[in-house]
């Protein structure tokens, strides 16, 4: 019913941005929370970030608050992560993720749809 599309990785050096961006389709992403998630090989997915359905609350774990921020534009069907601040540890597959409600935190299985990721490299 919602389809999921990332793009915008790549590789950065430490301190530098990146921001990166998710298509959506399906007639329901208006009424989905969204999320970002990511994995880093040999580790669990980890949240990152996640927007209410009108896109009024925000969450961020607190490894990234501060550096990132997610919104999203409804009448585009996009949601967008921009990565400022970039450390090594934030090397990972980003997932762009929505929910079955219009509201969602930190668990994975809130979440119904998953794109298929977008690697982000943060090397010198």
């Known amino acids: 019913q919602v389809q999921l599309v990332e793009s915008g990785g790549g590789l950065v050096q430490p301190g530098g941005s990146l921001i990166l961006s998710c298509a959506a389709s399906g007639r329901t992403f208006s009424s989905n929370a969204m999320g970002w998630f990511r994995q880093a090989p040999g580790k669990e997915r980890e949240f990152v970030a996640a927007i209410s359905s009108r896109g009024g609350s925000t969450y961020y774990a607190d490894s990234v608050k501060g550096r990132f921020t997610i919104s999203r534009d409804n009448a585009k069907n996009t949601v967008n992560l921009q990565m400022n601040s970039l450390k090594p540890d934030d090397k990972a597959v980003y997932y762009c993720?929505?929910?079955?409600?219009?509201?969602?935190?930190?668990?994975?299985?809130?979440?119904?749809?998953w794109g298929q990721g977008t690697q982000v490299t943060v090397s010198s």
């Open positions: 993720t929505a929910a079955g409600g219009p509201y969602a935190g930190y668990r994975p299985k809130d979440y119904a749809y």
